[in-house]
T-cell receptor, first 114, second 110 residues
Framework: KAGVTQTPRYLIKTRGQQVTLSCSPI?????VSWYQQTPGQGLQFLFE???????NKGNFPGRFSGRQFSNSRSEMNVSTLELGDSALYLC?????????????FGPGTRLTVL | SQQGEEDPQALSIQEGENATMNCSYK?????LQWYRQNSGRGLVHLIL?????REKHSGRLRVTLDTSKKSSSLLITASRAADTASYFC??????????FGQGTELSVKP
């Protein structure tokens, strides 16, 4: 099976802009989670989607949002970008929601905000 | 906030030696997962151990879980240079929300 894919792999934006990142889960996986990784804060949970519904949300401002489509693909959006949003954004997929199964991660999208 | 703390933060060993990394956490968990990350790339899943399990093996990897001490350890036997990476433990406390430790940087010298 193909792994989790994320596009784009690299992105450069300027402050105030918005960005949309995409994630395609492993075939058959219905849960998609997003994480942010920075040198200072480490890996932090953003949100989880299952059956097109947000199931869980981390402690991030409302500028961070996401959605999931009927084919389980997911997008996350960050509006009004700030310098501190520069990070590696990782998507993970799992068979089901609820923490029963392993989460498999994609290669990430590295976002640089100038 | 970080749930897990990993120890040591950095570990340097020679090829062929064993590497042990420890992870402690604060609250009850559903499961604990170990991941490997090479130089800021994606996370590679290593092992999931459920809260009712005490030990799991996968190839050269052995993971233990002690829920009474809220701790886990990852043992890599017969390390290779290719094992050089950062290793993270992640606890599942809210059904799918993983909370990661800060990681252990492992360097295996040829």
């Amino acid at each position: 099976k193909a792994g989790v894919t994320q596009t784009p792999r690299y992105l450069i934006k300027t402050r105030g802009q918005q960005v949309t990142l995409s994630c395609s889960p492993i075939s058959g996986h219905r849960s998609v989670s997003w994480y942010q990784q920075t040198p200072g804060q480490g890996l932090q949970f953003l949100f989880e989607y299952f059956s097109e519904t947000q199931r869980n949300k981390g402690n991030f401002p409302g500028r961070f949002s996401g959605r999931q489509f009927s084919n389980s693909r997911s997008e996350m959006n960050v509006s009004t970008l700030e310098l501190g949003d520069s990070a590696l954004y990782l998507c993970a997929s799992s068979l089901e929601s609820g923490g029963i199964n392993e989460q498999f991660f994609g290669p990430g999208t590295r976002l640089t905000v100038l | 906030s970080q749930q897990g703390e990993e120890d040591p933060q950095a570990l340097s060993i020679q090829e062929g030696e064993n590497a042990t990394m420890n992870c402690s956490y604060k609250t009850s968990i559903n499961n604990l997962q170990w991941y490997r990350q090479n130089s800021g790339r994606g996370l590679v899943h290593l092992i999931l151990i459920r809260s009712n399990e005490r030990e799991k093996h996968s190839g050269r990897l052995r993971v233990t879980l002690d829920t009474s001490k809220k701790s886990s350890s990852l043992l890599i036997t017969a390390s290779r240079a290719a094992d050089t990476a950062s290793y993270f433990c992640a606890t599942d406390v809210e059904g799918g929300k993983l909370i990661f430790g800060q990681g252990t940087e492992l360097s295996v010298k040829p």
